[in-house]
């Protein structure tokens, strides 16, 4: 008997310490739910696919802002090449039949006049148009000149346009996206 008392007495005190390690909660202490739990795990799931979302959404805006901007520094560049063709049939043509090139020179530039620009093609599109200008100023001096040598006036307002569309096209160059 007294080892039935022993024994019992053994079991109620392991009883009481392993009762003691879970003891219920404090009042004033909020227990979640489960279904709070889940509800707070839906809200992070839902504030990581939002941020998600908007770094996809800002990658697309500047993917499609660099097309926009390649595509309208690649206009610039094809009608910039329709130019250098038209100079150099201009080089080939004699003085008094270049009545015709010119026209063709100006018809290029109207198409830089009314093409596509943003902040930075609009600069490299103005430089462009100066340098058309003076070289446009600069064949109408070399077509009324006489003679078969070209004036150092007409040569030096050529070279001053041959400068300026290099510069024009280090701006276009500049434009092109990263």
């Known amino acids: 008997m007294k080892y039935i008392v022993t024994l019992a007495t053994l ?6 310490f392993g009762c003691k390690d879970t003891s219920a909660p404090k009042e004033g202490m909020p227990v979640e739910s489960a279904s709070e739990a889940r509800r707070n795990d839906d809200r992070a799931i839902a ?3 939002a941020q998600q979302k908007a770094a996809l959404d ?6 499609r802002e660099n097309e926009e901007r390649q595509r309208r520094v690649d206009a610039l560049r094809a009608i910039t090449a329709r130019w250098d063709e038209g100079l150099s049939e201009v080089g080939r043509t004699p003085r008094n039949e270049i009545g015709s090139s010119i026209k063709k020179l100006q018809a290029i530039k109207a198409e830089i006049e009314t093409a596509e620009a943003d902040d930075c093609t ?3 599109r103005v430089t462009l148009l100066s340098a058309m200008a003076t070289a446009l100023d600069a064949l109408g001096m070399f077509q009324k000149e ?5 004036s150092e006036a007409t040569n030096q307002k050529l ?3 041959v400068d300026t569309l290099v510069n024009a096209k280090r ?3 500049a434009c092109r996206p990263k």
């Open 171 to 173: 701006e276009m160059d």
């Open 11 to 16: 079991l109620l005190a392991a009883t009481v």
């Open 122 to 124: 609009s600069k490299a």
């Open 159 to 161: 070279q001053q346009g």
């Open 47 to 49: 504030e990581r696919l």
């Open 146 to 150: 006489t003679g078969s040598t070209i």
């Open 58 to 63: 800002e990658a697309y805006a500047r993917q």
